[in-house]
């Protein structure tokens, strides 16, 4: 049977069309829905990126993702056979709040959704769809942020109250994951009693495995333009203010002189205000020779492969997709002790922590780093390494698909 569903005249016209088809009950697979804010490359798009394509293969299931505007882990998510709709953006604001959850919560009735995933605190409309529709919601936290701070940096006009109320109201009734005990506890302070709880993250330790041993690190990093005694910095994050890459490059290029073997990149530039403010503050203090800026792009692993050190100043992490990926490749991390960071790094054995937005400290660390003798900065990398054996991905795909087996029986 083939079931269309009327939508508003708003939605319509922001594309927002679909047409299910709902075979019948002995025959269909089981149907999980899920809600995310992007289909970027970002470390919250990756995570969901590897929880569906590890679900998918496990799993005989039907997978819908909603999102509101292609990127390219859509091609990706297809390409598995994951069903990708670009819909409408969640529309928060309190004349269109109820309107647009009530026509989630019809095409997921309609599709037959057993399940619904969120993909960041931000989608809360994707869950209340899915509750107002009788479906269990599982929804993954990444954002180690307050809540009211969460949300004046998202929509600074505020909320109504009675969105607000909606949006604490889901998350008091869904099954929340989080990545790191640090943020699972700064929320649990502000709403007691949710129903909360920690699956830490993990990369796909194979496909690193496999990529190390076709590419030699020497060649990779000549390619990448870096000589054999460069003692290479990488930070690996979207170029953006609070992940405070303008707060690293002064710290290096103070220190910079002392060093001058030591190399800074960053990769994850693109068209914003602040990449354009670290290009020109790279060209003000006359390093241009020793930093280098690349775009975001889906190949980093060349990247990891050629740096010696990772290196992060961002305040607010929960359990960092690039900490786990740079110890798979023996990359020890320097990083400002914020959140979930110190669950991933252990200070003075797979790197080393330094009080986030302190310059002075940032400074001390980097210079105790570049001071390392290339024997004793094998032994850390020889640490990391060692300490990626337990982020192996398939832990936290297993993990989810024993609750959405669970939760589907209850249901």
């Known amino acids: 049977m083939v079931k269309a569903i009327a939508v508003s005249e708003e939605s319509a016209s922001a594309g927002f069309e679909f047409i299910v088809t709902r075979p019948p009950e002995s025959r269909r697979l089981r149907r999980i829905c899920v809600f995310t804010h992007s289909l970027n490359l970002a470390g919250g798009e990756l995570y969901l990126q590897d929880l569906l394509l590890g679900l998918k293969s496990a799993r005989n299931i039907e997978i819908l993702v909603f999102a509101p505007s292609p990127g390219p882990l859509k091609a990706e998510l297809e390409k598995a056979g994951i069903s990708v709709h670009i819909t409408a953006g969640y529309q928060v604001d309190s004349d269109h709040y109820a309107g647009r959850v009530a026509e989630l919560a019809a095409l997921l009735q309609a599709w037959g959704a057993d399940l619904a995933i969120v993909n960041t605190i931000g989608v809360f409309a994707g869950a209340d769809a899915a509750l107002s529709a009788g479906i269990p919601v599982l929804w993954a936290i990444h954002e180690s942020f307050t809540l009211p701070v969460f949300s004046f940096l998202n929509w600074p006009a505020g ?29 649990e302070s502000e709403l007691p009693g949710l129903n909360a709880r920690v699956i830490r993250y993990g990369v796909d330790l194979t496909r690193i495995a496999e990529y190390q041993a076709a590419h030699d690190r020497a060649t990779t990093r000549r390619e990448l333009g870096f000589r054999p005694t460069d003692r290479v910095l990488l930070c690996m994050a979207v170029i953006q203010e609070r992940k405070a890459q303008l707060q690293i490059l002064r710290a290096f290029a103070s220190i910079s002189n002392h060093y001058p073997n030591a190399k800074l990149v960053f990769v994850g530039d693109h068209a914003a205000w602040y990449p354009d403010q670290l290009k020109a503050c790279i060209d003000a203090l006359g390093i241009r020779d020793r ?37 798979a490749f023996g990359l020890p991390v320097l990083a400002a002790d914020a959140f979930g960071v110190r669950e991933v790094v252990t200070d003075g054995e797979t790197g080393w922590l330094f009080t986030a937005s302190s ?35 398939l832990g936290y795909v297993h993990e989810y698909a024993r609750l959405i087996d669970e939760l589907c029986a209850q249901s």
């Not at 969105?163 to 640090?182: F, N, P, T």
């Not at 930093?291 to 990772?310: R, S």
């Open 291 to 327: 930093v280098e800026v690349a775009p975001i792009a889906p190949d980093t692993f060349k990247w990891y492969q050629g740096a010696d050190v990772l290196i992060s100043a961002s305040e607010i992490e929960s359990l960092p997709r690039s900490m786990m990926e740079a110890h």
């Open 359 to 393: 310059s002075s400290s940032m400074i001390a660390a980097m210079a105790r780093v570049l001071d390392l003798t290339d024997s004793e900065l094998e032994q850390f990398s020889a640490r990391a390494r060692g300490a990626s054996a337990a982020y192996d991905h």
């Open 159 to 187: 909320l109504s109250p009675h969105v607000r109320q909606r949006w604490h109201g889901a998350l008091r009734r869904s099954e929340l994951i989080y990545e790191a005990d640090a943020t699972r506890e700064l929320h």
